[in-house]
């Protein structure tokens, strides 16, 4: 069967596809993002390093904004070599890998069921109608026939991913994805026809991403904000574009591109977006305080320094007409990257954050979250256990700490 073959830069602050029916003018918007990483052992097992070869990988993810037909991105942002989709589905999750069987669609690029996409670039799949409310779950399905080598992914999900040896694509029930594990592959994006607009991305690191939350069930906090909103009846799409350890100034090969580089293709790209939530350099800050291998690079980050990223970023934002809000970083008394140096620098940053107006609106996470008793130290009902990320109950805390209307 034909195979459609796509180069797409990757970098850009605008991606374009030319294999991908662009669907009425202005209507397709993201309803659920998430950023993209190169290969790395991760912080639990996962199958990036391996990659895949005659093996189908179904993928749940649940969207904060609905529509009426869908779209799905992949990347091969950091492959070694040309990665073929051999053919894929998609449709409204039932439980687990289950699929409603009724709402089982074929995905197509450009017309054909595979697609090959060089290192460094992404797909755009043709429209496919259906329908999803939002909090409601779509599960995407991969087959992928040739050997892919290390495969591009974002390493905490906090969602289950299956896989099943052979094309297991047209498979509504679940019982042939017997290995899991929580991360996503390839899977970059799904857009959706119908939806409302106005989408928040949620920008930073792990406690962005949901690191201390609960797998499969939804509680990081941008997914607490995206309910909070609807409840006070103004809903609004919320992209997490967290994660766990990056850094504001220096790349990592285990937490990803820095927030300077990865800001574009992460925020500015996705449609429909009309504010960021920036929230970022506990880890600049951490790092530079242990000498361990994992927390490579280290550099000594000065407070100015991380400003000056924070200005970069709040500049691109205003360029592109967004809201941008900042977020103050949490307490961190008793984590491993804890000390006197690393305490003053937070709550240098964070007076700045505060009183600066550099921003368009706070978010005080900090205040939502800290110890009564201690400023320096995270609320223990919030704490995950390592004394820096929050709980579920701190998650949702540092939610109800935004001020709807600034959004």
Known sequence: MATATVAVAATAAVYTNTTADPGPANTWNTAWAVPMQQPSIGFEPNWSLDGFADQTVRQVIRVTGGGTAARITLSNQFGPGDLRIADATIGRTEDGARVQPDTLRPLRFGGTSSATIAPGQQVTSDSAELRLAPFESATVTLYLADKTGPATFHAQGYASTYRATGDRVADTGGAAFTETTHSWYYLSDLEMTG??????????????????????????YPDALAGRLAAAGTPRTVLNAGIGGNMIRSDSPWFGESGLHRFDRDVLAKRGVRTVVVFGGLNDIGFSEVDLPTYKPNPQV?????????????ARAHRAGLTVVGATLLPMKGAEYYNDTSAAKIRALNAWIRTSGEYDAVADFHAAVVDPADPEKLNPAFDSGDHKHPNAA?????AAAFDLKTL
């Open 394 to 398: 701190g998650y949702a805390a540092m």
């Open 302 to 314: 000065t407070v100015e320094q991380l400003i000056e990223g924070h200005r970069d970023l709040i």
């Open 195 to 220: 939806g409302t607009g106005g989408t928040i991305v949620a920008f930073g690191d792990s406690i962005t991403d949901g690191f201390g939350s609960d797998n499969d069930a939804n509680n990081r």
